[in-house]
């Protein structure tokens, strides 16, 4: 019996949804050595925020689209309790000085900004017109998201180290980023479609960069950053996913 689009979308949308519980996950062993240094000293709490943006972007995107959007609502709610969970540990741990900045950010950001852009689209459009407006929204910022790798591709250039670019990251995101380009096509979302193509193609970069570098001797840097700040979580649209790699950065 012939799969109908709806039906295919489903399929796409459930393994994209697998992959990107993984990649919001992927961060458990930063916050494991923040929880046993009893300090998040060296890292940053922006991939974080934006991940949780992105996911509560996502959400309200599928609750105005209401048609086909499940999946949608399921992966980015477990993504808001994942990256609030994060920031809480995050903010738990830090500094004074980084748990203001991550309070500044988060009101800037996920209070101010969401609420600017919640309370402008309840009031002032209607209809179809809202979905495309919030639709836009999300596609421009999952684009935002996944031009993140260009920094991590620079550095691994510079430095010719793939230390700072997993290939196991850059893989299951270029995964995820099929599923849910696939997932928009069937549906013809074209919100969700468009993003996840430069996700695509920004990943088999990532990946044939590591082939180049993985071997190379590498080029020390006079202030080195952790990992986990530049990939840590970028990627996450789909998300949106870490922020810092694309891979946590919201999952759609």
Not at 38 to 44: A, C, D, R
Not at 206 to 215: I, S, T
Not at 224 to 229: L, T
Request: proline share 3%.
């Amino acid at each position: 019996m012939a799969m109908n689009r709806e039906s295919w979308a489903f399929v796409f949308g459930l393994i994209g949804n697998i992959i990107s519980f993984m990649v919001f996950l992927s961060p458990i062993p930063t916050f494991y050595q923040i929880y046993k240094k009893k300090t998040s000293e060296g890292y940053q709490s922006l991939p974080y925020v934006v991940a949780l943006l992105s996911a509560m972007l996502w959400i309200y995107y599928a609750l105005v689209k209401k048609e086909a959007a499940l999946l949608l609502i399921t992966i980015n709610t477990f993504g808001i309790v994942v990256e609030a969970s994060y920031l809480a540990l995050f903010l738990f741990y830090a500094s004074k000085k980084a748990r203001l900045s991550t309070f500044k950010l988060l009101l800037l950001l996920n209070v101010f900004g969401y609420g600017a852009m919640l309370l402008a689209t309840l009031y002032l459009s209607k209809g179809k017109k809202r979905l495309a407006i919030i639709g836009w929204i999300c596609l421009v910022f999952n684009i935002s998201v996944f031009a993140a790798p260009l920094f991590i591709m620079k550095k691994v250039i510079t430095t010719r180290s793939v230390e700072y670019m997993p290939f196991t990251l850059s893989f299951f995101l270029t995964i995820n980023a099929v599923m849910w380009f696939f997932y928009g096509l069937f549906l013809r979302d074209y919100y969700i479609a468009l993003p996840n193509t430069l996700g695509f193609l920004f990943g088999i970069v990532q990946m044939v960069l590591y082939l180049m570098y993985r071997n190379a001797t590498p080029v020390a840097l006079e202030n080195p950053m952790k990992v986990q700040e530049l990939n840590g979580h970028i990627v996450d649209v789909v998300k949106g996913q870490d922020v810092a790699k694309g891979g946590d950065i919201g999952k759609v």
